[in-house]
């Protein structure tokens, strides 16, 4: 997701240490329309069956960072108050590892990949 202020302008914004409050007051700064028009001319594109013979896949990152209802968009850690974001769309460290945690978790075989002489 992307958001129109910078995430420690958010967070300070937002008034309070409360992680869960701070994500969902981040939500009032999201450019959620925007990405959600792309997803869906994306989700729409790779659909088609050429790319699936071709096993060209799309992975909805949207979804892997928002859920399954594009909710749960997290600008901060719930568990430690790290930044997963830093200026409104660039990922921090910790972002990109929380990312990728989803990405083995929903897409396993990305990262057992046999490869042939």
Do not use: W
Not at 22 to 27: D, G, H, P, Q, V
Request: proline fraction near 2%; charge should be neutral.
């Amino acid at each position: 997701m992307t958001y129109s202020k910078k995430v420690h302008e958010i967070v300070a914004s937002a008034k309070t240490k409360d992680p869960k409050s701070i994500n969902e007051f981040a939500k009032s700064f999201e450019y959620k329309n925007d990405r959600m028009r792309i997803n869906k001319v994306l989700l729409e594109y790779f659909s088609k069956e050429s790319h699936k013979e071709n096993q060209v896949f799309y992975i909805d990152l949207l979804k892997l960072q928002g859920g399954e209802d594009y909710q749960t968009y997290k600008v901060i850690s719930e568990k430690d108050l790290s930044f997963f974001c830093f200026d409104g769309s660039h990922m921090t460290k910790d972002g990109s590892k929380n990312l990728g945690q989803n990405v083995k978790a929903y897409y396993p075989e990305l990262f057992d990949l046999q490869f042939q002489d």
